[in-house]
């Protein structure tokens, strides 16, 4: 079965996670490097980096604006730096916040927005830049967990704002087994988001597990092992131990401020190296599905955005939930990414009282299908085939 997501990681970089020849201050330099920056600096997780960020930036008690159409997490690090979030619907025809909406949200006590790239799509920086332009106390923080190379007319959206956030677990574009980082040309900044992580993480020191577990998930997601991994998972004896969110809660996991090690510095630093490869053939997979579903289901494409890098090729269909089950009869994981609507769940239902309406992001949250983009040409015409079989 071929499984919806897994790591761009071969035997060398597991090799290299048990060696653990590289720092963690190795790691953040070439990572600086790759996205052009003065400055990265490493934590454990993506959402542990957003909410010392925002502990940096003095956010405590302001409003933040974030899209509904994202990841549960980036609420959750807003609440959790004592912030409150302000949800923004989604614009018409794309993934991404309408910034629109989003200008209409700003208060006095707006401190920041998250301007996010979803799905690797590139927000407007041009609407970014009018918006900025006209509320200059607004800070903006560019989430660049879905996005990394994403461009918009050649710009990089992470050196479009005070700081931009990246989530390095196994599920992201590129990956250090676990891992978030932060990068900024201001370094004042980055003077204060070392001395906030100083203060506020615990040194790891669990190479051995991590390098295991990164082994251990590359091989459960290889296509003929993963058939197996698929039918335990299936008897529900995986979902209720992985499942990452629980919809009434506001949490981090129990290790999110212990600090990534030498394991995940080394797989980390060679995913730098190997960085525009990864981009480079996810963009061209992305576009063998935009040929070869535009006979079957040209309205369910995504749009064609120049500068997107695909962390994930999204369809919007009628009925997902029945071509995820039809798929995964013919050999093919298909997801439903992401099917919540943040300012819905039962944990935000009061704190966002007044806040909407997010009608676009239900239609979304209803109809989204994920296609899986780390694939060669050869599974990628067979995932075509299945779809045009079951659609
Ligand atoms: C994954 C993700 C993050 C945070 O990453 P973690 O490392 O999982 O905490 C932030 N924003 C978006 C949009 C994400 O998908």
């Given at each position: 079965?071929?499984?919806?997501?897994?790591?761009?990681i071969g035997l060398a970089d597991i090799g290299a996670a048990f060696r653990a020849r590289s720092s963690v201050a190795d790691f953040e330099r070439a990572f600086a490097a790759t996205m052009e920056q003065a400055h990265a600096i490493a934590f454990p997780y993506g959402r542990t980096a957003q909410m010392l960020l925002?502990?940096?930036?003095?956010?405590?008690?302001?409003?933040?604006?974030?899209?509904?159409?994202?990841?549960?997490?980036?609420?959750?690090?807003?609440?959790?730096?004592?912030?409150?979030?302000?949800?923004?619907?989604?614009?018409?025809?794309?993934?991404?916040?309408?910034?629109?909406?989003?200008?209409?949200?700003?208060?006095?006590?707006?401190?920041?927005?998250?301007?996010?790239?979803?799905?690797?799509?590139?927000?407007?920086?041009?609407?970014?830049?009018?918006?900025?332009?006209?509320?200059?106390?607004?800070?903006?923080?560019?989430?660049?967990?879905?996005?990394?190379?994403?461009?918009?007319?050649?710009?990089?959206?992470?050196?479009?704002?005070?700081?931009?956030?990246?989530?390095?677990?196994?599920?992201?574009?590129?990956?250090?087994?676990?891992?978030?980082?932060?990068?900024?040309?201001?370094?004042?900044?980055?003077?204060?988001?070392?001395?906030?992580?100083?203060?506020?993480?615990?040194?790891?020191?669990?190479?051995?597990?991590?390098?295991?577990?990164?082994?251990?998930?590359?091989?459960?997601?290889?296509?003929?092992?993963?058939?197996?991994?698929?039918?335990?998972?299936?008897?529900?004896?995986?979902?209720r131990f992985v499942r990452y969110y629980d919809e009434t809660l506001i949490d981090m996991p129990g290790d999110h401020l212990v600090q990534i090690g030498r394991a995940e510095a080394s797989v980390g630093v060679r995913q730098c190296m190997a960085y525009r490869g990864i981009i480079d053939r996810r963009r061209r997979?992305?576009?063998?599905?935009?040929?070869?579903?535009?006979?079957?289901?040209?309205?369910?494409?995504?749009?064609?955005?120049?500068?997107?890098?695909?962390?994930?090729?999204?369809?919007?269909?009628?009925?997902?939930?029945?071509?995820?089950?039809?798929?995964?009869?013919?050999?093919?994981?298909?997801?439903?990414?992401?099917?919540?609507?943040?300012?819905?769940?039962?944990?935000?239902?009061?704190?966002?009282?007044?806040?909407?309406?997010?009608?676009?992001?239900?239609?979304?949250?209803?109809?989204?299908?994920?296609?899986?983009?780390?694939?060669?040409?050869?599974?990628?015409?067979?995932?075509?085939?299945?779809?045009?079989?079951?659609?």
């Amino acid at each position: 079965m071929i499984p919806r997501l897994r790591p761009a990681i071969g035997l060398a970089d597991i090799g290299a996670a048990f060696r653990a020849r590289s720092s963690v201050a190795d790691f953040e330099r070439a990572f600086a490097a790759t996205m052009e920056q003065a400055h990265a600096i490493a934590f454990p997780y993506g959402r542990t980096a957003q909410m010392l960020l925002m502990e940096a930036l003095d956010l405590k008690g302001r409003e933040v604006i974030l899209p509904a159409y994202t990841c549960v997490v980036v609420a959750h690090a807003i609440v959790l730096a004592g912030a409150r979030p302000v949800f923004v619907d989604s614009e018409a025809g794309g993934f991404n916040m309408d910034l629109d909406k989003a200008e209409a949200a700003i208060t006095a006590e707006t401190g920041a927005i998250i301007a996010t790239s979803i799905h690797g799509y590139p927000v407007d920086l041009d609407r970014l830049d009018a918006l900025c332009a006209r509320h200059p106390q607004v800070t903006v923080i560019q989430d660049c967990a879905h996005s990394f190379a994403a461009e918009w007319k050649g710009r990089p959206l992470q050196k479009h704002g005070r700081a931009a956030i990246f989530g390095l677990n196994i599920s992201k574009l590129m990956t250090s087994i676990f891992g978030g980082m932060i990068t900024t040309d201001d370094a004042d900044l980055a003077a204060r988001l070392r001395q906030v992580r100083d203060v506020r993480l615990e040194a790891g020191g669990r190479g051995l597990s991590r390098a295991l577990y990164l082994a251990a998930a590359t091989t459960a997601l290889a296509p003929p092992v993963f058939t197996l991994v698929k039918r335990i998972s299936d008897l529900g004896l995986i979902d209720r131990f992985v499942r990452y969110y629980d919809e009434t809660l506001i949490d981090m996991p129990g290790d999110h401020l212990v600090q990534i090690g030498r394991a995940e510095a080394s797989v980390g630093v060679r995913q730098c190296m190997a960085y525009r490869g990864i981009i480079d053939r996810r963009r061209r997979i992305a576009a063998v599905y935009d040929e070869a579903l535009a006979e079957v289901l040209p309205d369910a494409r995504p749009p064609l955005v120049e500068g997107a890098t695909y962390s994930h090729y999204v369809l919007r269909v009628a009925d997902p939930d029945r071509m995820v089950k039809a798929a995964a009869r013919h050999g093919i994981e298909l997801g439903r990414l992401i099917d919540y609507c943040v300012p819905d769940m039962p944990a935000y239902k009061t704190l966002t009282a007044g806040q909407g309406p997010f009608d676009r992001t239900r239609q979304l949250n209803d109809r989204v299908l994920n296609l899986p983009v780390w694939v060669d040409e050869t599974q990628a015409r067979r995932v075509v085939e299945v779809i045009k079989d079951i659609a």
